[in-house]
């Protein structure tokens, strides 16, 4: 071995040598000296323990499980859960920004103005200098009350205790990528690096609703925050108001979700896994066709603008679109006056209670048919006044007139539908005994609730002292059995009169839904309906009253949807006489006010089938009005009603004729989903294995 090698080998060794000691003389330091812990500027002092080095290693996430998806019946979404971040911030003041109050406030306003900057970064946000605005304020106030900028000595630098760290939420329900990127490049700034702005991105959904001014109502809303963990208490999306479909318990989040990641020894995440046992969401398969909807919203809006130019403005309006063979809710449109929030105002179609007046004429004349109580070719005189009237109205002792609007002479049972004769239908009304008249509330559902499960349904029904059992029999006869005979002493909604007219033409057991069904984890669970019907009118008895129901609208002068026949021959040149069947409804109530007053209002309502012979879709309208002036059925509630349905017909067919053709088995061109009578309205979801 030459000179000196051997000096070095041994000085290499005792290096070597010396690392345990210092090893160990570290690991003694920290232990006694330390007392276990590890010093970190503005945070606890970290434990020098098994559990610290456990946290260091493999952790886990924990994500917010999405509500279900609502689609309507042609699988366009009326609602869904965007995934979206909250950003939060650990903000530490640089050096430089510690050495008086001036520079803070202007490092804290330049980082204000940096992430305000961040936020408007989206490609497709609309007013964004008014955005950035907004932003740029928020986060001033946001960050100046985090580090307190108020409470800091005019003059000299900043103690030690002054301005600590501090957590700041940044933004929330972000969900446009160049938002997230824009604030990742952020903490690269050379002004922010060295931890002075560690970012945090918590996942999160936002709830989306495409269509939302059509579907406030129907499909409803809901509120929801993410709320973080905190003091032991794991995060979770909380729910905040909801109404509509959004209720039911099928969109419900479901349990949340796992992802494993690992640590650094500074506590940084450097490998995120995939997400473990986050359930699919479910969907709900709603009957609705945004379409239809979307002409059921403009239909009845224009016609209560037209009412509102004209210095008569509605108080509010409902109109509903139902597939007959089915009971499918297609659309249902509500109006109301002077409404300044659409989330919160009442939605007409099933919280809207109204007395119907004439409309349960047609009702009430097939359940008397139907129980022997009528011959539908007898003569009724139907003159105020005459002698069938003064032995059969008169004699009750009746404190209020029986009339009509318009002299009506000999009818039979149809004429009296077609001139929708007050003194004709009471006739048949006193026909029937107070039990039949309770039986006739129980078949056609009025008082009694839609089980749809939306919430804050009204019930309405008739007077509850009609059926009490201390009301003589005179006297229910007088009151009751009369005005039930032309919609009075009642109160229905717009979808209870749906349900009635459904239950006309398919059963006593007929029930509207506005569900098809839910895929549930991956299993299609149909909504009930379409099945049996329960006990259903002879055929004979529904034929005379579509009969009668078609020729209300034509061009009949007595009729009362002959104004309705001239104006849509008029204006769209179509004859609907044949068409569209219908009953226009008229009546004139008097409600309570919440001061104890009372005040007069209109109600004007039709409804209509169509097509005439062979029913499809039914449709309702109502109007009502505040005041006593004269407002027709036939005049404004048909008008929105049969353009409707006239429309649902013309989408149906434009749906047909886009279907692309396929080839069938014998070389023949056919249309994809059926005979051309099957649009595919009504079939659950198409899928492997079902």
């Avoid at 456990?54 to 859960?81: C, F, K, M, S, Y």
Wanted: one cysteine or more; aromatic letters at 8%; hydrophobic letters at 40%.
């Amino acid at each position: 071995m030459r000179p000196g090698e051997l000096t070095r080998v041994r000085f290499a060794f005792g290096l070597l040598g010396a690392v345990p000691v210092f090893l160990a003389g570290w690991l003694g330091y920290l232990q006694v000296a330390q007392a276990g812990e590890l010093p970190r500027a503005g945070r606890a002092p970290l434990r020098l323990s098994l559990e610290t080095a456990e946290r260091q290693a493999e952790q886990q996430e924990l994500l917010p499980a999405p509500r279900g998806t609502i689609l309507d019946r042609n699988h366009r979404v009326l609602a869904i859960d965007c995934e979206t971040y909250e950003v939060r911030a650990r903000v530490t003041l640089p050096g430089s920004a510690r050495k008086s109050k001036a520079l803070c406030e202007a490092w804290l306003d330049r980082l204000a103005d940096d992430v305000a900057q961040c936020l408007v970064a989206d490609t497709g946000i609309e007013a964004r200098a008014a955005a950035y605005a907004r932003h740029r304020a928020r986060l001033g106030k946001v960050l100046a009350a985090a580090f307190r900028s108020k409470d800091l000595p005019a003059n000299g630098p900043l103690a030690e205790t002054m301005a600590p760290p501090a957590d700041v939420l940044l933004a929330g329900e972000i969900d446009e990528l160049g938002v997230i990127e824009a604030l990742r490049g952020l903490a690269t700034r050379d002004e922010y690096k060295r931890k002075r702005v560690e970012l945090y991105f918590q996942r999160g959904y936002r709830r989306s609703h495409p269509d939302r001014e059509l579907t406030y109502g129907i499909v409803g809303h809901i509120e929801t925050q993410w709320v973080p963990a905190e003091a032991g208490v794991a995060g979770a999306m909380k729910t905040f108001g909801v109404c509509g479909l959004e209720s039911l318990r099928v969109l419900a989040p479901q349990q949340r979700g796992e992802r494993d990641f690992l640590v650094d020894g500074l506590g940084r995440p450097y490998f995120l896994a995939p997400v473990d046992d986050l359930p699919r969401p479910n969907v709900l398969h709603s009957t609705l066709d945004i379409e239809l909807q979307r002409i059921a919203v403009r239909e009845l809006t224009a016609e209560a603008d037209a009412l509102v130019a004209k210095g008569t403005p509605p108080s509010w309006g409902a109109l509903v679109l139902v597939e007959i063979a089915t009971g499918d809710v297609l659309a249902a449109a509500t109006w109301r006056h002077d409404v300044k929030h659409p989330a919160g105002a009442a939605f007409a179609p099933y919280q809207s209670l109204y007395e119907p007046g004439s409309i349960v004429k047609p009702l009430v004349l097939a359940y008397a048919l139907e129980a022997g109580r009528l011959d539908w070719s007898h003569v009724f005189d139907c003159t105020q006044g005459g002698s069938e009237y003064r032995e059969r109205i008169g004699r009750l002792g009746r404190r209020k007139a029986v009339s009509d609007d318009h002299p009506c002479g000999s009818l039979d049972a149809h004429g009296i539908l077609v001139n929708s004769s007050n003194i004709g239908a009471t006739y048949v009304g006193l026909g029937l005994d107070r039990e039949q008249w309770r039986d006739y509330m129980r078949f056609y559902g009025f008082g009694e609730s839609l089980a749809l499960r939306l919430p804050h349904e009204a019930k309405g029904g008739p007077n509850r002292r009609s059926f009490d059992a201390g009301t003589p029999l005179r006297s229910f006869q007088a009151n009751s059995a009369i005005s039930f005979s032309f919609g009075y002493e009642m109160t229905t909604t717009a979808m209870q009169m749906a349900r009635a007219y459904l239950r006309l033409f398919r059963g006593a057991k007929a029930e509207l839904r506005v569900c098809r069904g839910a895929e549930v984890d991956g299993r299609w669970l149909p909504a009930p309906g379409g099945g049996d019907s329960g006990p259903r009118f002879r055929p004979e008895v529904v034929a005379a009253i579509q009969a009668a129901m078609v020729d209300v609208v034509s061009a009949d002068p007595h009729a009362t949807g002959s104004h309705l026949h001239r104006e849509v021959l008029k204006s769209a040149g179509v004859d609907i006489h044949g068409l569209i069947a219908g009953k226009t409804g008229t009546a004139a109530s008097t409600v309570g006010n919440k001061d104890g007053t009372s005040s007069s209002v209109r109600n004007a309502s039709f409804v209509g089938v169509m097509p005439a012979e062979a029913p499809r879709w039914l449709a309702v309208g109502v109007l009502q009005k505040d005041g006593s002036a004269r407002f027709y059925g036939g005049s404004y509630a048909a008008p929105p009603v049969v353009r409707l349905l006239l429309q649902a017909m013309q989408l149906e067919q434009r749906q047909q004729l886009r279907q692309d053709p396929v080839g069938g088995p014998d070389g023949q061109i056919r249309p994809v989903g059926g005979s051309p009578g099957d649009s595919g309205w009504g079939r659950e979801p198409q899928r492997q294995g079902q």
